[in-house]
């Protein structure tokens, strides 16, 4: 990404329609030890009321094959020898 003569840059789509930027939002550049993030800030209103309001929108969608909590723990992490399962 340039910057123009005037200190301006454009904001790639994705991450515009991403953070729902649309003219006249309110954007800050926070330098962090990375380089620069991009916020958006002003009128910011989360997708869902609660964390129960989204865990509910997710429910049933993720597919473990028939995997027991874990059995799918195990295959995500690997397998913990240090653990005892009784």
Do not use: C, N
């Not at 904001?11 to 958006?40: A, C, M, N, T």
């Not at 800030?41 to 993720?62: Q, Y």
Request: aromatic share 8%; net charge negative; charged share 35%.
């Amino acid at each position: 990404m340039r910057v123009t003569i005037k200190g301006q840059v454009t904001i790639p789509k994705e991450i515009r329609d991403h953070l729902k930027i649309g003219p006249g939002s309110e954007v800050e550049f926070v330098p962090s030890d990375h380089g620069v993030l991009l916020v958006k800030t002003g009128d910011f209103k989360p997708d869902f009321e609660s964390f129960d309001d989204w865990a509910k929108s997710v429910e049933g969608t993720l597919d473990t094959q028939g995997m027991t909590t874990d059995q799918y723990m195990d295959w995500l992490r690997g397998a913990r020898d240090d653990l005892d399962r009784r």
